[in-house]
């Protein structure tokens, strides 16, 4: 059931978010002090937590107090919750017998992350909370050149999770009403019908995870599949430059990524620029830190986010820790939006491969490594997979001459060039590239502690072991 009054209250938050949007940085600083003052406040006036957090911490600048990682959060839900009403016990049995649209106490949405990390979360948010966070995704399909309105109906293509419980197939059907009409598909779904159905459709907007983007590109280069897309966006999993490069050659210069967080909701959006995505800074303070949580400079990649966000109350976060590492680009973006821009990720650090050190312990290595190699082969999709026996590189696809042992030593090359100790790399053709339960093709995944990577763009997907409530922008 479609609730009209939640969409119109994200459309009508979008209105004052334009308007920031031709702000000076100066004025955005400003509204951020003042924001995340009222936020401090809040928090300390209503979190149990957050009093003995943030101690004798009243005056001290944001970057002096302490970080805020998922497990202290999952360890002390019930104080930090600013809700008496509020605790954990039950927001996990709801998240277990949740049936239909029926709320957590009635008000509550409540998005879980999958628990790759070791850490599953759970994160409750109100009315208001939420309709931020649908207008932050709003904002993403405005930046990719979308007009969004009640009288303009724009065509939809959405391919997502195969789970009909998944957060994007309710979403998806949510908004389906809303900006009629959508066609929703099944990642999983045969790709032959899948191009069937798009040609029939001819979508305005394709909207899939980056491995679909990637098999449809190919399938309109082929000239299988006639659509002309106005935009389309990258929903899920990295989006790597050959993915883009494909998708461009396919439908002209019209494809964006998009970034959020089940935890910390719309964070970044890419312009009509393409120069990388913008941070949604009127939202949330970003801070792009080192492993010790010391500021990275422009130009250099980070170790993990640290994220405030400004309108949460619920759960406050500040200063709350995400494990993506990205980069901020060195100069402002031509668009003259005064938020800046990430110019590049590598994907997050938990979902990376580890290695044994040719230094001894154990070296870490970032999805992106493997992609630079992988995206110039004649392929139509591969797969890094880690098993016991060392890395197998799948191929599929191919569409022209491949020297399978050159491919082999240029993975160990890079992996030695990492740190890596001796790397085992296998090549093995296979059909098709083996999906997740969620329907997801991940570029790199490991068997070895179950870990499976999942791209940083997570807008819209989850895996449907994780159940969810709540709405289009979380993963
Ligand atoms: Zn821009």
């Given at each position: 059931?479609?609730?009209?009054?939640?969409?119109?209250?994200?459309?009508?938050?979008?209105?004052?978010?334009?308007?920031?949007?031709?702000?000076?940085?100066?004025?955005?600083?400003?509204?951020?002090?003042?924001?995340?003052?009222?936020?401090?406040?809040?928090?300390?006036?209503?979190?149990?937590?957050?009093?003995?957090?943030?101690k004798g911490l009243?005056?001290?600048?944001?970057?002096?107090?302490?970080?805020?990682t998922k497990s202290?959060?999952?360890?002390?839900?019930?104080?930090?919750?600013?809700?008496?009403?509020?605790?954990?016990?039950?927001?996990?049995?709801?998240?277990?017998?949740?049936?239909?649209?029926?709320?957590?106490?009635?008000?509550?949405?409540?998005?879980?992350?999958?628990?790759?990390?070791?850490?599953?979360?759970?994160?409750?948010?109100?009315?208001?909370?939420?309709?931020?966070?649908?207008?932050?995704?709003?904002?993403?399909?405005?930046?990719?050149?979308?007009?969004?309105?009640?009288?303009?109906?724009?065509?939809?293509?959405?391919?997502?999770?195969?789970?009909?419980?998944?957060?994007?197939?309710?979403?998806?059907?949510?908004?389906?009403?809303?900006?009629?009409?959508?066609?929703?598909?099944?990642?999983?779904?045969?790709?032959?019908?899948?191009?069937?159905?798009?040609?029939?459709?001819?979508?305005?907007?394709?909207?899939?995870?980056?491995?679909?983007?990637?098999?449809?590109?190919?399938?309109?280069?082929?000239?299988?599949?006639?659509?002309?897309p106005r935009t389309?966006?990258?929903?899920?999993?990295?989006?790597?430059?050959?993915?883009?490069?494909?998708?461009?050659?396919?439908?002209?210069?019209?494809?964006?990524?998009?970034?959020?967080?089940?935890?910390?909701?719309?964070?970044?959006?890419?312009?009509?620029?393409?120069?990388?995505?913008?941070?949604?800074?009127?939202?949330?303070?970003?801070?792009?830190?080192?492993?010790?949580?010391?500021?990275?400079?422009?130009?250099?990649?980070?170790?993990?986010?640290?994220?405030?966000?400004?309108?949460?109350?619920?759960?406050?976060?500040?200063?709350?820790?995400?494990?993506?590492?990205?980069?901020?680009?060195?100069?402002?973006?031509?668009?003259?939006?005064?938020?800046?821009?990430?110019?590049?990720?590598?994907?997050?650090?938990?979902?990376?491969?580890?290695?044994?050190?040719?230094?001894?312990?154990?070296?870490?290595?970032?999805?992106?490594?493997?992609?630079?190699?992988?995206?110039?082969?004649?392929?139509?999709?591969?797969?890094?997979?880690?098993?016991?026996?060392?890395?197998?590189?799948?191929?599929?696809?191919?569409?022209?001459?491949?020297?399978?042992?050159?491919?082999?030593?240029?993975?160990?090359?890079?992996?030695?060039?990492?740190?890596?100790?001796?790397?085992?790399?296998?090549?093995?053709?296979?059909?098709?590239?083996?999906?997740?339960?969620?329907?997801?093709?991940?570029?790199?995944?490991?068997?070895?502690?179950?870990?499976?990577?999942?791209?940083?763009?997570?807008?819209?997907?989850?895996?449907?072991?994780?159940?969810?409530?709540?709405?289009?922008?979380?993963?």
């Amino acid at each position: 059931m479609v609730d009209i009054e939640l969409m119109l209250s994200a459309l009508w938050k979008r209105l004052p978010m334009r308007a920031r949007e031709r702000w000076t940085r100066q004025h955005l600083e400003a509204y951020q002090a003042r924001e995340l003052r009222a936020l401090r406040d809040y928090a300390c006036a209503h979190s149990p937590f957050y009093r003995e957090f943030h101690k004798g911490l009243y005056e001290a600048p944001l970057q002096n107090l302490p970080i805020l990682t998922k497990s202290i959060l999952m360890d002390h839900f019930d104080d930090l919750a600013t809700d008496r009403a509020i605790h954990l016990g039950e927001v996990k049995a709801y998240i277990e017998d949740r049936r239909g649209d029926e709320r957590f106490l009635g008000r509550y949405w409540v998005n879980s992350t999958s628990g790759t990390s070791g850490h599953p979360g759970l994160f409750v948010v109100n009315r208001d909370e939420w309709s931020m966070e649908l207008a932050t995704a709003i904002r993403a399909f405005e930046s990719a050149g979308l007009k969004l309105n009640l009288a303009r109906r724009t065509r939809i293509a959405q391919i997502t999770s195969t789970n009909p419980s998944h957060l994007s197939m309710q979403g998806g059907r949510d908004m389906a009403n809303w900006w009629m009409p959508t066609l929703l598909m099944a990642a999983s779904e045969p790709l032959a019908s899948m191009v069937e159905r798009l040609n029939a459709w001819r979508p305005e907007m394709l909207w899939a995870y980056a491995s679909i983007i990637h098999l449809l590109a190919d399938e309109q280069i082929a000239g299988r599949l006639k659509i002309a897309p106005r935009t389309v966006l990258s929903a899920s999993e990295l989006l790597t430059q050959g993915i883009r490069r494909r998708a461009v050659a396919a439908w002209g210069d019209v494809v964006f990524d998009t970034y959020a967080t089940t935890d910390c909701g719309g964070i970044g959006a890419e312009c009509d620029q393409h120069r990388g995505m913008h941070l949604q800074e009127d939202v949330s303070i970003i801070e792009v830190v080192d492993r010790d949580n010391q500021p990275v400079e422009p130009g250099v990649f980070g170790d993990k986010l640290l994220v405030t966000v400004l309108g949460s109350r619920t759960l406050p976060l500040i200063r709350y820790e995400l494990e993506d590492s990205v980069r901020l680009a060195r100069s402002m973006c031509p668009c003259g939006r005064p938020f800046r821009l990430i110019d590049a990720v590598r994907g997050r650090v938990e979902e990376s491969l580890s290695f044994p050190a040719a230094a001894g312990g154990v070296v870490t290595v970032h999805p992106i490594v493997f992609s630079n190699i992988m995206d110039t082969l004649p392929v139509s999709g591969w797969q890094v997979l880690q098993d016991a026996d060392g890395l197998h590189v799948l191929l599929c696809g191919v569409s022209g001459a491949l020297d399978e042992e050159k491919l082999a030593r240029s993975v160990r090359d890079a992996l030695k060039s990492q740190g890596v100790a001796n790397p085992v790399v296998e090549i093995e053709w296979v059909p098709s590239i083996p999906q997740t339960t969620a329907g997801k093709t991940p570029l790199v995944r490991s068997d070895l502690n179950g870990i499976e990577f999942r791209g940083i763009s997570d807008a819209l997907s989850r895996p449907p072991e994780a159940p969810i409530a709540g709405g289009p922008h979380a993963n």
